[in-house]
């Protein structure tokens, strides 16, 4: 059984918005060691980090996105979402919900995967 499953991705054109969704399994997110996340890999490209987000609220977002999107968590539905606005072509990517040990960082869980298409 997955771990994490994420949703909401899609086709939209240059400055609209989408927000993904991930569901998150109860143990992975109530663990208080745990680092919650939205990375992304666009065709052909390496898979980078967007944003963090720990059980304390604490985030962190990649330079590129600062300002346009943000993480936040719903702790009563097991829940993480990323709001993406402002969208552009270079946003276009495979978004996936991922979830590591904030110690043991190589350990991690990933979700399949949601595709983000921003094109005119």
């Known amino acids: 059984q997955a771990e994490l499953v994420e949703s909401g991705g899609g086709l939209v054109q240059p400055g609209g918005s989408l927000r993904l969704s991930c569901a998150v399994s109860?143990?992975?997110?109530?663990?208080?060691?745990?680092?919650l996340g939205w990375y992304r890999q666009p065709l052909g490209k390496q898979r980078d980090m967007v944003a963090t987000?720990?059980?304390?609220?604490?985030?962190n977002f990649a330079d590129t996105v600062k300002g346009r999107f943000t993480i936040s968590r719903d702790n009563e539905k097991n829940m993480v979402f990323l709001q993406m606005n402002n969208l552009a072509p270079e946003d276009t990517a495979v978004y996936y919900c991922?979830?590591?040990?904030?110690?043991?960082?190589?350990?991690?869980?990933w979700g399949q995967g949601t595709q983000v298409t921003v094109s005119s």
């Open positions: 109860k143990i992975l997110f109530s663990s208080s060691r745990v680092v």
């Open positions: 991922n979830a590591r040990d904030i110690i043991y960082t190589s350990s991690e869980s």
């Open positions: 987000i720990t059980k304390d609220d604490t985030t």
